[in-house]
């Protein structure tokens, strides 16, 4: 049986969160531990529009969410609480939060999709004029840097190909120069597009 006959069984052939019964998709769970049936919900055109426009999301819409985080099916509470989150910003969203329950290996399933960071807490790699770095960006120095314990320095102008950020410093990131690992602050780099 096809994946999308047995979500139909199991769903009864409504919208696993809004309950609609215009429920017509398969819709694959983002960063989830595998692609089984377990890793699907099956959700109606009008849940799927607004899950990938969530600026465009109707607040009353999503009041579903009020039955659906208390779903017995585990895929349906990781979508419904990747959709709390998504709408915070609603005055009955953090209360549901507080009170909803996920099994621990729900939960980090949930959390696998990086919905609950608030996007101001993330860690941001930027170069001297506020481009957005990313890990295997190219750059290139915009003032020549004494290397500390090697025999040269880095000048002004020296592409750097393919980045690493520092984890947990946004002024730092990690290249290779004259075949040398080193540390440069992101103040004196620029983003290159080749």
């Not at 990781?78 to 998504?86: A, C, N, P, Q």
């Not at 915070?88 to 990086?114: C, N, R």
Request: net charge negative.
């Amino acid at each position: 049986m096809s994946f999308e006959k047995e979500l139909q069984k199991r769903s009864g052939e409504r919208c696993e969160l809004c309950g609609s019964a215009d429920a017509n998709t398969s819709y694959a769970i983002p960063s989830s531990p595998g692609n089984k049936l377990a890793h699907h919900v099956w959700i109606c055109p009008t849940c799927l529009q607004q899950m990938e426009n969530i600026e465009t999301a109707d607040a009353n819409h999503w009041r579903c969410l009020n039955e659906s985080i208390w779903s017995e099916e585990p895929a349906v509470k990781v979508v419904s609480w990747r959709m709390l989150h998504k709408l915070k910003q609603l005055d009955w969203v953090p209360d549901l939060l507080d009170i909803a329950y996920l099994e621990e290996e729900t939960l980090e399933w949930a959390k696998a999709s990086g919905d609950d960071k608030d996007p101001d807490d993330i860690v941001k790699h930027v170069d001297c004029y506020g481009a957005l770095l990313h890990n295997g960006d190219n750059v290139v120095l915009i003032k020549s840097l004494d290397v500390k314990g090697a025999t040269f320095s880095a000048k002004v102008g020296t592409v750097v190909r393919k980045i690493h950020l520092v984890e947990d410093n946004p002024e730092q990131i990690e290249g290779r120069v004259n075949d040398s690992m080193i540390v440069i602050l992101t103040k004196y780099v620029k983003k290159s597009a080749n």
